[in-house]
């Protein structure tokens, strides 16, 4: 039995090694592209010759490079949490702060002009938190809401006596009733999403990042209805106490 558990820890580990130096390698080539087609569309704005057609395959090949770079940073973080190797840096944290660096970052330009709304209600206060973690939390939430939906997402942020609770809502497709409970599990993707990218990942390593920092998080979900996303996080017990 123990040389059994042995084998399947060392077998256990290679796996995690491969998937990371595979991903590790696939960012290599991806990088370079990408370089190679920003110098290109910047010669070809140089030169006069950034016509409508070349904008729109460079976009398009952009766009793509950024869905997998995106996949294989997916990949490599469940790597890393089956492994139990995922490094956890806690500190006091802003989270009205990550929310609005999250927001400029990855949603403030979008093509379609659509936006996310952000309410701020209650008063300011830090909890204790991975800022990296809370960051890729919010990026995923959000993200999903843009995807699943054609109007305005919108992100609550309601500081409460004891605890900041921060709910993602959107409009969209919603989640049928018999996916809800899978929905948190790895590679698996609601029953109504065919024809929308994803690999599935998303919102367990979101689950994961959550339960790390101490919180919890509940999805209520209609189908063509919309979706709300509630995660709750706890004071540190020193702020609490100053409340």
């Known amino acids: 039995m123990i040389q059994s558990l042995e084998k399947e820890k060392s077998l256990h580990e290679m796996k995690s090694h491969f998937i990371s130096m595979a991903s590790h390698e696939f960012k290599t080539p991806l990088t370079a592209i990408s370089s190679t087609i920003d110098l290109l569309e910047t010669k070809l704005q140089m030169d006069n010759l950034l016509d409508q057609f070349y904008q729109h395959n460079i976009s398009k090949i952009s766009a793509e490079i950024f869905k997998l770079n995106t996949m294989l940073d997916e990949i490599l973080t469940l790597s890393t949490i089956v492994s139990n190797n995922i490094e956890i840096k806690k500190q006091l944290i802003d989270v009205e702060q990550v929310i609005a660096d999250v927001k400029y970052q990855y949603f403030s330009e979008r093509k379609d002009d659509r936006v996310l709304n952000v309410q701020v209600t209650g008063t300011r206060r830090k909890i204790y938190a991975d800022k990296n973690q809370l960051s890729k939390i919010f990026t995923n939430l959000?993200?999903?809401?843009?995807?699943?939906?054609?109007?305005?997402?919108?992100?609550?942020?309601?500081?409460?006596?004891?605890?900041?609770?921060?709910?993602?809502?959107?409009?969209?497709?919603?989640?049928?009733?018999?996916?809800?409970?899978?929905?948190?599990?790895?590679?698996?993707?609601?029953?109504n999403v065919d024809g929308i990218e994803g690999t599935g990942l998303g919102l367990s390593i979101v689950k994961d990042f959550v339960e790390r920092n101490n919180g919890t998080i509940l999805v209520e979900s209609e189908e063509n209805k919309g979706t709300i996303f509630t995660i709750v996080f706890k004071y540190a017990p020193e702020i609490t106490a100053q409340a």
Do not use: C, E, T, W
């Open 142 to 191: 959000v993200g999903n809401a843009f995807k699943y939906s054609g109007d305005n997402p919108m992100l609550k942020l309601q500081y409460q006596q004891h605890q900041v609770v921060i709910k993602v809502i959107d409009q969209g497709i919603g989640i049928p009733a018999h996916d809800v409970p899978y929905l948190f599990n790895s590679f698996y993707r609601g029953s």
